[in-house]
């Protein structure tokens, strides 16, 4: 298994001339109740939130930094409810013995709420239904609306959400940065392989000092 830290990154001296922020958003993916808090369905299966926790303070400091260079950010958050479930996913669910196990992130209850982040005025909010951040969604309007070329990605789950969303953003002609640091999943090895596989294909990974430093 790749090591993330062994995994070539853009240092922010490289960096700062590969974005501009006027035409960069940072991408913020799922930092909700559901999945990063143990009050929420990930409570029922994460047993060590501290990865979470450390991940949300770089995401934290990166949307400081965006909003001071006067760059963009961009909120994605699941929502769901029993009338727009996938049908897809409930039957994968069921096939896996899990029945239900796609009720997450309800409308209703608390689940979908933010966790620790909050979208101001002037940001971009997406409500989605699956993983993807583009599927269904404005996202690619809004974001060509206000001339963005590239995106830095961040929050989680680093091998599905963030990864889905991505590719997507590649195949739509978007610059794609990988802040690896402030992306997470459950599980370390799927982190880190994840990462592998996207800077072998549609981006280029860096760190949360690295923004820092660019956009400084």
Known sequence: MPEVADLPHVAGADLAGMIDPAKTALVVVDIQVDFAS???????????FAPIETTIDRIEDLIADLRHAGGTVAFMRVVTRP?????????LMVRRGMPG????????????DYYRVAPQEGDIEIEKLLFDSFHGTDLDAQ????????????????ECCVDSSARTAFHKGYNVFLVSDACVAYEEHLHASTLDVLAQNIGLLTTSAAVHEALA
């Open 38 to 48: 143990p009050e929420g369905v990930a409570g029922t299966f994460c047993n060590d």
């Open 83 to 91: 009338e727009t479930d996938s049908g897809a996913l409930k039957t």
């Open 143 to 158: 974001l060509r609306a206000r001339g963005i070329d590239t995106l830095l990605m961040s929050g989680m789950t680093t």
């Open 101 to 112: 196990g796609e009720a997450i992130c309800r409308g209703e209850g608390g689940g979908a």
